[in-house]
């Protein structure tokens, strides 16, 4: 059924901040992060995007745009943002068994083939450590930039997970659609995975988004009210997409946990960890820590390492 619980035990995964609101002397830092997190424990490390700013930051906390009520930018439009894909293939060379991901990657910005041929690339020399979290994004002026119509940013981007899938999966791939076709494509090397790089779906629940994960997905990173109310969102979403004929009891599900240093700046982990037993049995298969990059690097491993034994515990505790 599509309330079911998932039965394995939920990862641990920690967003990196790979951008800066001023100019960065040196970018080392993000991979120095992504090393220390997976030294301490953490399962999945996950980078984010953005290609361009215009001006008109305060769309970020417009939903109707794709933004999320009462959000901010954290930088101004000169924030600097390392592009993700970039970025994981550096930490994938530096790491050996973190999980790399996406959270989120505006993935209609990319030509689809050349995406399909960069995400496999990462992939395979990462010996199918990859993972690819999708959204539309919030922002007009990145699709004006790349030349694309953001009132058709939902379809340009089922278009291009379509041509990403058929490349991963086909020896000889024919695509046929209004916005691209052919036939007797070859593209390899292929992804790891039979299917190709898992993609995560992220969005608000409504109709586009639950077929797009039913299509797509094999994971949900929810948007909006849907975070706040993950008891209503998952059996929503898992319903919607058993009612498209998909099983839902494959489609992972990340829960957000906002971690927060106290007056004197130490860390709580097993505050921090307190819901995790609640998420797991919502469902939640990937509990995401957003919380500062704090330096020196020592104090962000000894933080994370204590954040991972609490999760472990908890999760532990389920069983």
């Known amino acids: 059924m599509g309330d079911q619980v998932q039965a394995a035990a939920p990862e641990l995964s920690v967003a990196l901040v790979n951008w800066t609101a001023k100019a960065a002397p040196d970018w080392k830092f993000v991979v120095d992060r992504a090393v220390t997190a997976e030294q301490a424990g953490i399962d999945r490390v996950v980078v984010s ?14 939903p109707e745009l ?48 050349v995406l399909a041929k960069v995400a496999a690339t990462i992939d395979v020399l990462s010996h199918g450590r990859l993972d690819l979290g999708v959204g539309i994004g919030w922002q007009r002026e990145e699709y004006e930039a ?47 995975a039979p299917n190709g790089v898992p993609i995560w779906v992220s969005g608000t629940l409504h109709h586009a988004v639950i077929a797009r994960i039913a299509r797509f997905g094999a994971g949900w990173i929810p948007w909006g009210p849907a975070v706040a109310d993950l008891s209503t969102s998952i059996p929503q979403m898992r319903a919607g997409v058993e009612a498209l004929g998909r099983d839902s009891a494959d489609i992972g599900v990340v829960g957000s946990v906002v971690v927060a240093p106290d007056e004197r700046g130490a860390i709580d982990p097993q505050a921090a960890m307190a819901g ?36 472990r515990r908890e999760v532990g505790a389920l069983g």
């Open 49 to 62: 995007d953005h290609v361009v700013f215009g001006e008109d930051l305060d769309a970020y906390g417009k």
């Open 66 to 113: 794709g933004g999320i009520d009462g959000g901010r930018q954290p930088t101004g439009p000169d924030g600097s943002w390392l592009e993700p894909l970039s970025s994981l293939a550096v930490i994938a060379g530096a790491t050996t068994r973190v999980r790399l991901s996406t959270g989120i990657l505006l993935a209609a910005l990319r030509r689809p083939a």
């Open 146 to 192: 790349a030349g694309l119509d953001f009132a058709h940013r939902g379809r340009l981007l089922d278009h291009t997970l379509e041509v990403c899938q058929t490349l991963w999966r086909e020896q000889r791939a024919t695509y046929d659609a209004a916005e691209l076709h052919f036939e007797g494509i070859h593209m390899m090397p292929k992804p790891v």
């Open 276 to 311: 995790v037993a609640d998420m797991a049995a919502m469902g939640v298969t990937d509990v995401r820590l957003h919380m500062p990059m704090l330096q020196p690097l020592s104090a962000l491993g000894d933080a994370l390492f204590a954040l991972v034994g609490a999760f």
